[in-house]
């Protein structure tokens, strides 16, 4: 009998072939579908009542877990306030209130804060300040970016251009800005590396590689992740993010760091750039901004950054052409504001830093398993790369299949699983969930 004749009724009356699944085998998910009808604390439940535990916040946005009830009243309060106004022209006291706090996080001087819909558009949105930037200094020239193999920055164009994952770009390529990559920085001899691998700093080198073959004077910016999350959590070697840092300062490049996912406590600090001490010049955001509650992104840059655009336009001249409908959304404000507030009432921050060794214990106990070729981890995020099936991603695809059906959800991309537990979880979640993972492993033969 298949799932589909076995499925209750309950799901034949949600599924249709109307709706159509982002960055799913849509086929596959028909046959055997996998639906999330209600959320609470650490738990996801399926139509049948079943828990399965949330491993990885949502996809991480959900740092406070699910339902709460803060965050609903602030949202239900605001809708019933000011519901709607669009931010060209007009302001409203929730954008103003929702970028003071969330500069009060960032680090000094950051704190010039554009509000956009999502970490995609974040990231485009980056791209673009940085090319404003560069022609308000007179240096309009440079219009390259430089990105890195194994990158994730979204699925607009410029983020498109940006990546460094195959099936991303692959079929899209070609239409977007220039882009050239370095190296990503996984390396054989650093598996099984916990935190910070030690070697491998010297492949920030690649950027004045690409600086000698492209000139300084045509590069904009070099954008990375402080750890590169979607691609299967590749922490960054001790010493590469301040050389990259570095060269970028020798030649005027602009550093960006898309902490799309690091951001808002993942790695123990506010921010990844401030738990490696890197002082980047543009920041984008999104995910936890809002603890998934509402669609929002944000793009947190230097005031010199700011200031040489806003002084470059004449009076009465729009400086910055660039904007979307839902750029500081007033419900999504309210929703951010009540969010950063509950990161500071309940220290969130500092209580992830402090789960994230035994996080780690747990997480590196999977070495050994038979099927468990390399893991990493730093703070509250964890990569485990699986031995490949006969083709690449199946192996991942059906892992994260049957963690599902054991009560457990993990992202996979490719043959890498991805584990980021909601960082207000607590010791005995963290480990169920090594429980559940270290038992459907053990069941499948490599
Ligand atoms: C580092 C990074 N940048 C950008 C994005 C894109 O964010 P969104 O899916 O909200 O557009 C993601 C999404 O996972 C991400 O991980």
């Known amino acids: 009998m298949t799932l589909v004749t076995m499925m209750t009724a309950h799901y034949q009356d949600i599924l249709n072939d109307n709706f159509w699944l982002p960055f799913t085998p849509n086929k596959d998910f028909r046959n055997d579908p996998k639906l999330f009808v209600r959320a609470e604390g650490d738990y996801y439940y399926d139509p049948d009542g079943r828990a399965i535990l949330d491993g990885v916040s949502g996809l991480f946005a959900s740092a406070l877990g699910h339902g709460r009830k803060e965050l609903a009243?602030?949202?239900?309060?605001?809708?019933?306030?000011?519901?709607?106004?669009?931010?060209?022209?007009?302001?409203?006291?929730?954008?103003?209130?929702?970028?003071?706090?969330?500069s009060a996080l960032l680090p000094p001087g950051l704190d010039r804060i554009f509000f956009v819909?999502?970490?995609?558009?974040?990231?485009?949105?980056?791209?673009?300040?940085?090319?404003?930037?560069?022609?308000?200094?007179?240096?309009?020239?440079?219009?390259?970016?430089?990105?890195?193999?194994?990158?994730?920055?979204?699925?607009?164009?410029?983020?498109?251009?940006?990546?460094?994952?195959?099936n991303n770009r692959r079929n899209f390529d070609g239409v977007g800005p220039r882009v050239v990559h370095m190296r990503h920085t996984?390396?054989?001899?650093?598996?099984?590396?916990?935190?910070?691998?030690?070697?491998?700093?010297?492949?920030?080198?690649?950027?004045?590689?690409?600086?000698?073959?492209?000139?300084?004077?045509?590069?904009?910016?070099?954008?990375?992740?402080?750890?590169?999350?979607?691609?299967?959590?590749?922490?960054?070697?001790?010493?590469y993010l301040e050389r990259l840092r570095q060269i970028c300062d020798r030649h005027d490049i602009l550093l960006i760091m898309d902490e799309v996912i690091c951001g808002f406590g993942r790695t123990g600090r506010a921010f990844a750039s401030?738990?490696?001490?890197?002082?980047?010049?543009?920041?984008?955001?999104?995910?936890?901004?809002?603890?998934?509650?509402?669609?929002?992104?944000?793009?947190?840059?230097?005031?010199?950054?700011?200031?040489?655009?806003?002084?470059?336009?004449?009076?009465?001249?729009?400086?910055?052409?660039?904007?979307?409908?839902?750029?500081?959304?007033?419900?999504?404000?309210?929703?951010?504001?009540?969010?950063?507030?509950?990161?500071?009432?309940?220290?969130?921050?500092?209580?992830?830093?402090?789960?994230?060794?035994?996080?780690?214990?747990?997480?590196?106990?999977l070495q050994?398993?038979?099927?468990?070729?390399?893991?990493?981890?730093?703070?509250?995020?964890?990569?485990?790369?699986?031995?490949?099936?006969?083709?690449?991603g199946q192996r991942g695809y059906e892992v994260q299949k049957k963690l599902f059906d054991a009560g457990l959800h993990l992202k996979s991309t490719g043959d890498a699983l991805i584990i980021a537990p909601i960082l207000v979880t607590g010791l005995e979640r963290i480990d169920r969930l090594f429980e559940i993972l270290t038992r459907v492993l053990s069941t499948i033969k490599p």
């Open 274 to 365: 401030q738990s490696f001490n890197i002082r980047p010049d543009i920041i984008t955001l999104a995910k936890a901004i809002t603890n998934g509650a509402l669609p929002m992104g944000a793009v947190a840059v230097s005031r010199d950054i700011h200031d040489s655009i806003i002084n470059a336009g004449g009076e009465r001249e729009i400086e910055f052409f660039h904007g979307y409908t839902w750029s500081a959304h007033p419900v999504a404000c309210a929703a951010a504001l009540a969010t950063l507030a509950i990161y500071q009432e309940e220290n969130v921050f500092a209580a992830a830093g402090a789960l994230s060794g035994h996080f780690l214990q747990r997480l590196f106990a």
């Open 368 to 392: 050994g398993q038979p099927l468990v070729t390399d893991i990493r981890g730093y703070g509250l995020l964890g990569g485990i790369d699986l031995a490949p099936a006969a083709n690449a």
């Open 117 to 166: 819909g999502s970490g995609s558009e974040a990231v485009d949105t980056a791209l673009k300040i940085a090319l404003a930037y560069h022609r308000a200094k007179g240096r309009g020239g440079r219009n390259i970016f430089v990105s890195r193999e194994r990158a994730y920055h979204g699925v607009n164009f410029g983020g498109v251009s940006l990546s460094g994952l195959p």
């Open 73 to 102: 009243e602030a949202v239900h309060r605001q809708m019933l306030t000011l519901d709607f106004t669009a931010s060209f022209y007009r302001g409203h006291p929730g954008a103003f209130a929702a970028a003071k706090a969330l």
């Open 186 to 239: 996984w390396l054989a001899e650093n598996r099984y590396s916990r935190g910070q691998p030690g070697h491998g700093d010297f492949l920030a080198d690649d950027l004045l590689r690409l600086i000698t073959l492209h000139g300084a004077e045509n590069i904009a910016a070099c954008v990375v992740e402080p750890i590169a999350g979607s691609t299967g959590v590749l922490v960054p070697p001790v010493g």
